[in-house]
């Protein structure tokens, strides 16, 4: 058994241990990338809905604030989609 792990070892080449590092690089990337904007866009849209709980004829203006916070906020995790996308076809 440790004959045959040993040559599966020496079969691994360095292009071979890169390749595995572009895939965990980019699976780390998208994976705490999207946390931030999750929880972000989340705490944005429960204070939103809590003002307009409490104000509802404010709602047309916490709605249109709102939706454009997340955007701004989802950005983040598009640039880190970004950075996956080149760390998988371009390094």
Same mark, same amino acid.
């Given at each position: 058994?440790?004959?045959e792990a040993? +040559? !599966?070892a020496?079969?691994i080449s360095g292009?071979d241990? !890169?390749?595995?590092?572009?895939?965990?690089a980019? /699976?780390?990337?998208? #994976?705490i990338?999207?946390?931030?904007p999750?929880? #972000?866009?989340?705490? !944005?849209?429960?204070?939103?809905?809590?003002?307009?709980?409490?104000?509802?004829?404010?709602?047309?203006?916490?709605?249109r604030?709102?939706?454009?916070?997340q955007?701004? +906020?989802?950005? +983040? /995790?598009?640039?880190s989609?970004?950075?996956?996308?080149?760390?998988?076809?371009?390094?």
């Amino acid at each position: 058994m440790l004959q045959e792990a040993s +040559t !599966a070892a020496a079969g691994i080449s360095g292009a071979d241990l !890169a390749v595995a590092a572009k895939y965990i690089a980019a /699976g780390l990337c998208m #994976g705490i990338g999207a946390i931030g904007p999750a929880v #972000g866009e989340g705490i !944005a849209a429960a204070h939103a809905l809590d003002g307009m709980a409490r104000q509802p004829e404010m709602q047309g203006a916490l709605l249109r604030t709102m939706v454009l916070g997340q955007a701004i +906020t989802e950005s +983040t /995790g598009i640039y880190s989609l970004l950075v996956a996308i080149v760390l998988l076809f371009v390094v």
